[in-house]
């Protein structure tokens, strides 16, 4: 069945980077989109990141702009984002969703946990 | 980025049904009809309910539905359950720049 394994989760401090895994499972990367979507701490749903079926589009949310990169690898189905520059903002659980068409993210991992303390 | 609005509350009775609305902006939406609906439940994550503004998921029941009018998307549940309390968030998609806007979710109370 579908799985989506978010991994690279940890305790960092401001200015630090860090990067998240997801791994995939019952399915192939390669035919759907995969985005990257986080909850701070009793807050709302943000969408960060995602990255199309075919690897060629990125999108990204404007609070993280040059500071987050996605990269995907094939062989491992395994997607990943690159967090640099972190600050406390950036405290939150991130999930990471396989798209189903039109924006909607229809299966979802379990989310890793940030914490970006001094 | 902007956000979609959600009351930051709703609540009902079991058996009875709710409604829970999600304005926007014509941009926010864009041209499209990429509306989608999540459940929440407290430490897990988020589970799709409706996209394309009215198409359930398989194995969401038929109590969900969706609908959108204007800048206004709704979720109805109907026949409220116990189990329903939890959070509830839509989205849309506006385009590359936007490619999903949450609301700021609502936190349904099952009286």
């Known amino acids: 069945q579908v799985q989506l394994v978010e991994s690279g989760g940890g305790v960092v401090q401001p200015g630090a980077s860090l990067r998240l895994s997801c791994a995939a499972s019952?399915?192939?990367?390669?035919?759907?989109?995969l985005h990257w979507v986080r909850q701070a701490p009793g807050r709302g749903l943000e969408w960060v990141f995602g990255i199309s079926s075919d690897g060629i589009n990125i999108y990204y949310a404007g609070s993280v702009k040059g500071r987050f990169t996605i990269s995907r690898d094939k062989s491992k189905n395994t997607v990943f984002l690159h967090m640099n520059s972190l600050s406390s903002e950036d405290t939150a659980v991130y999930y990471c969703a396989r798209e189903n068409g039109g924006a909607s993210l229809e299966y979802w991992g379990r989310g890793a946990l940030v914490t970006v303390s001094s | 980025q902007s956000a979609l609005t959600q009351p930051p509350s709703a609540s009902g009775s079991p058996g009875q049904p709710v409604t829970i609305p999600c304005t926007g902006t014509?941009?926010?939406?864009?041209?499209?009809?990429?509306v989608s609906w999540y459940q929440q439940h407290p430490d897990n994550a988020p589970k799709l309910l409706i996209f394309?503004?009215?198409k359930r998921p398989s194995g969401v029941p038929d109590r969900f539905s969706g609908s959108k009018s204007g800048n206004t998307a709704s979720l109805t549940i109907s026949g409220l359950q116990t189990e329903d309390e939890a959070d509830y968030y839509c989205?849309?998609?506006?385009?590359?720049?936007?490619?999903?806007?949450f609301g700021g979710g609502t936190k349904l109370t099952v009286l």
């Open positions: 394309e503004v009215n």
């Open positions: 989205s849309s998609h506006a385009g590359i720049n936007n490619f999903v806007i």
């Open positions: 019952g399915f192939t990367l390669s035919n759907f989109g």
């Open positions: 014509s941009s926010d939406f864009g041209a499209y009809d990429y």
